[in-house]
């Protein structure tokens, strides 16, 4: 009977994996020989007042240049998570929140598209009523193409980069729309429109 008591007890179980918000769960006493896996979390805005007009993944693309944002995460910068993040790769926690994003950058143009010494002028930004600050891994800022914390990059024509790219913002949450420019071109995308 204590066997047959710890056999159900070890099926029913479940193992639970978190990866920005991403939960799986696995159901050992399952019937169904593949796993039963949640929906995936791509965002936390509605944490922060931000009721979406669109779902993520939202690509916005300007002059052949694409920006894809996968997942975005809002964090105080207090939090166990966001210092973790902010200590792992050397971030500035400056400000009140600290922003973790998922994204995808690609190069469909005839040139290169860069944010290096060579180009300083930023292809994207995040806002929210003001716009949030991009923020600089410090320990890996001379790794350029970085697929782990994004700070400088170049793509040739027809290349791609999905990585993580941080954020710190100071003032209150009031829409939501990403921009990109490149080479006199600008494009934007309404996430959250805001409430007049």
């Known amino acids: 009977m204590k066997k047959t008591m710890i056999k159900v007890a070890l099926a029913g179980s479940m193992l639970f994996s978190g990866v920005l918000g991403q939960v799986v769960v696995t159901n050992a006493a399952a019937a169904k020989p593949a ?18 007009d669109i779902e993520l993944p939202v690509t916005v693309t300007a002059g052949g240049f694409s920006y894809t944002l996968e997942k975005i995460m809002i964090m105080e910068t ?29 190069n469909n143009s005839k040139a290169v598209v860069q944010f290096s010494s060579k180009d300083l002028s930023d292809k994207w930004s995040l806002h929210f009523g003001e716009e949030a600050y991009t923020s600089m891994p410090s320990r890996m800022a001379d790794l350029k193409n970085n697929k782990e914390a994004l700070w400088t990059w170049n793509l040739s024509p027809g290349q791609k980069l999905s990585t993580y790219q941080a954020y710190t913002y100071d003032a209150p949450f009031e829409c939501f729309y990403v921009r990109v420019d490149n080479k006199s071109n600008r494009e934007y995308k309404d996430i959250v429109i805001p409430v007049k």
């Open 35 to 52: 796993a039963t896996s949640a929906p995936v979390v791509r965002d936390n805005l509605s944490s922060y007042g931000l009721k979406k």
């Open 78 to 106: 207090k939090s166990a998570a966001a210092q973790a993040l902010i200590k792992k790769y050397g971030y500035a926690g400056d400000q009140k929140y600290f922003i973790w994003t998922k994204i995808t950058i690609a």
